[in-house]
């Protein structure tokens, strides 16, 4: 594709794409920077009370900051503890009963089950010691579990339950009935949102990235896969796995600018102060300095969403090409073209706003970018989200809302995913929990915590 200011008026839909996006295969070379100072973000506690609700009998909405575990606020809350009261016995593989098949990767897959003694349903991921170690990614199951257990907010998704057998590793989070949101946006007219719709849903995503990046985590995956619909309509964050955390989140800052009237602004992206030379990611969603090996920092989460508000208002990605190869020289080359709306009578196309903001959030050089100075307040004070109010987006009604049937086991919205006789969840589940090792060096997994995580139950007045 020839450079241009515009690409030709009324562009035909682009192809359906496939339901899985090719991922880049992670290095391990990485250099940490970090200031000594603890994760702060107690803005999020000005967020009001919830009026939507999980899979549970009570509503399951996390409101703790990471800074301050278990702080009391005005509404009734419970904490969040990662040891099970005495009246809770540990978890295995056999308090669950297995309903249906929801997902399935190179290590593992994910089954939507029922607590047998309580009746609540669980997304559980399982993972396969034997093909974690043959694929050399135990790494990223302790990622993904010590940042799950670690984090609390309404737009990711919640653990609940941890634990090991002698052959998998198992991870019960929130499940969301709504299922994948890429699913959500391939079932809408030209696989787009109206402008207002991926303006709510981005404010979301900003969010949650805020909130990832004041506890020192960089995301380094976002794209409409990785993002659920729960029940309400709400947006959740999902598989961390790629996902990598500074040893000591860094303080925010105060960045002021020199423009008149302009108000200080809370630099998060000092807290995610570290930089790393992996590759990682999607390959459409894939940074500039990622693809040139020039190493990242919480930058790459900010033009990650500038691809997934593209994705929102066009139907594709503006970068794709037909193969891997040229879809990264495209990346690094190609400059940022947008569909030519001028001859279309019936829709104008993205407001200039939209186009501004994109733009910004995928400027080539890292050290421009939208969001490389002060983070997610720089992000969110763009006149794009000038009409949304962060503090009330979980009391605002959602632009979709996932179809239920009568039977919430039904997991209309997901793909209908073939068993396959590799894995059999059934003799899972008869698996005695994993004996203690009596060497670590003997056992790989023998770091992987065992926890039920009793997280902030946010009660209506």
Request: aromatic share 8%; charged share 20%; with cysteine.
């Amino acid at each position: 594709m020839a450079p241009s200011s515009c690409i030709s008026p009324a562009p035909p839909p682009p192809p359906a794409p496939s339901f899985q996006r090719n991922l880049v295969i992670p290095s391990t070379k990485m250099t940490l920077t970090h200031t000594n100072t603890s994760c702060a973000n107690d803005m999020l506690l000005a967020m009001p009370k919830p009026q939507f609700k999980g899979t549970h009998s009570t509503p399951l909405i996390p409101t703790r900051p990471c800074s301050q575990p278990g702080r009391s606020h005005s509404h009734t809350t419970r904490s969040v503890s990662a040891e099970p009261t005495r009246k809770q016995e540990q978890l295995s593989a056999s308090s669950f009963s297995k309903i249906r098949l929801l997902g399935k990767g190179d290590v593992g897959k994910v089954y939507l089950v029922k607590q047998k003694d309580t009746g609540s349903l669980y997304a559980l991921k399982v993972l396969s010691k034997k093909e974690m170690i043959r694929r050399n990614k135990i790494k990223r199951a302790y990622a993904e579990q010590t940042i799950l257990a670690s984090v609390n907010h309404p737009f990711i998704v919640p653990l609940y339950h941890s634990f090991q057998s002698k052959n998998y590793l198992y991870l019960a989070m929130e499940f969301c009935v709504g299922g994948e949101f890429f699913r959500a946006l391939q079932r809408r007219p030209g696989r787009v949102l109206m402008e207002n719709d991926a303006r709510f849903y981005a404010a979301e995503v900003v969010a949650a990235l805020e909130y990832l990046h004041l506890c020192g985590i960089v995301f380094r995956d976002l794209k409409p896969e990785n993002i659920l619909l729960h029940e309400s309509g709400h947006l959740m964050l999902s598989d961390f796995d790629l996902s990598i955390q500074s040893p000591s989140a860094g303080a925010p800052s105060i960045v002021r600018t020199n423009l008149p009237f302009s108000r200080p602004m809370l630099d998060t992206k000092s807290c995610a102060n570290l930089r790393t030379n992996s590759f990682v990611g999607t390959e459409e969603y894939l940074a500039p300095e990622v693809i040139r090996g020039d190493g990242h920092s919480s930058t790459v989460d900010w033009w990650a969403l500038g691809i997934f508000i593209y994705e929102m208002l066009y139907g594709f990605t503006p970068f794709k090409g037909t193969s891997r190869d040229e879809t990264f020289e495209l990346i690094i080359t190609q400059s940022l073209d947008f569909p030519d709306f001028s001859n279309n009578v019936y829709y104008s196309g993205p407001s200039s706003t939209a186009r501004s903001l994109v733009r910004k959030l995928l400027h080539k050089d890292e050290t421009k970018r939208l969001g490389s100075k002060a983070g997610a307040s720089e992000v969110k004070s763009h006149a794009f989200f000038k009409p949304i109010n962060f503090a009330l987006l979980r009391n605002m009604k959602p632009p979709i809302i996932p179809a239920k049937s009568n039977n919430a086991i039904d997991a209309v919205n997901f793909k209908h995913v073939k068993e396959s006789l590799s894995f059999d969840l059934q003799k899972s589940l008869a698996a005695p929990p994993s004996p203690p090792a009596t060497d670590d060096d003997d056992d790989p997994f023998a770091d992987f915590g065992s926890a039920i995580l009793h997280h902030d139950i946010v009660e209506s007045p």
